[in-house]
Nanobody, 116 residues
Framework: QVQLVESGGGLAKPGGSLRLPCAAS????????MNWARQAPGKGFWWVAS???????GYAESVKGRFTISRDNAKNAVYLQMDSLKPEDQALYYC??????????RGQGTQVTVSS
């Protein structure tokens, strides 16, 4: 079955960096777009970034230039490098598998806290 396991969350100071890996299994990883989304307390899922099978990427405007999504098809992994973190980036971060422009699976999430 499809499994997505995020890690790498934690506490970072404003202006700091974190790198979130997501390990994928149970499907032909290289054939599917992947994404990252986040959820702050009391709010809905908010799309952060996507990476497609041809390695092209897309970002939400508020993270463009600060976050970088990448994938390693040999390791069945997708990553989110987060730099210049802001307090408003604090959320639970999820990686997702996409099929026909819909996120059909998400992991359990990893918490990112941004505080001085």
């Amino acid at each position: 079955q499809v499994q997505l396991v995020e890690s790498g969350g934690g506490l970072a100071k404003p202006g700091g960096s974190l790198r979130l890996p997501c390990a994928a299994s149970g499907f032909n990883f290289r054939s599917y777009p992947m994404n990252w989304a986040r959820q702050a307390p009391g709010k809905g899922f908010w799309w952060v970034a996507s990476i497609y099978v041809d390695m092209t990427t897309g970002y939400a405007e508020s993270v463009k230039g600060r976050f970088t999504i990448s994938r390693d098809n040999a390791k069945n992994a997708v990553y989110l490098q987060m730099d210049s973190l802001k307090p408003e980036d604090q959320a639970l971060y999820y990686c997702g598998k996409c099929t026909y422009s819909t996120t059909d699976y998400r992991g359990q999430g990893t918490q990112v806290t941004v505080s001085s």
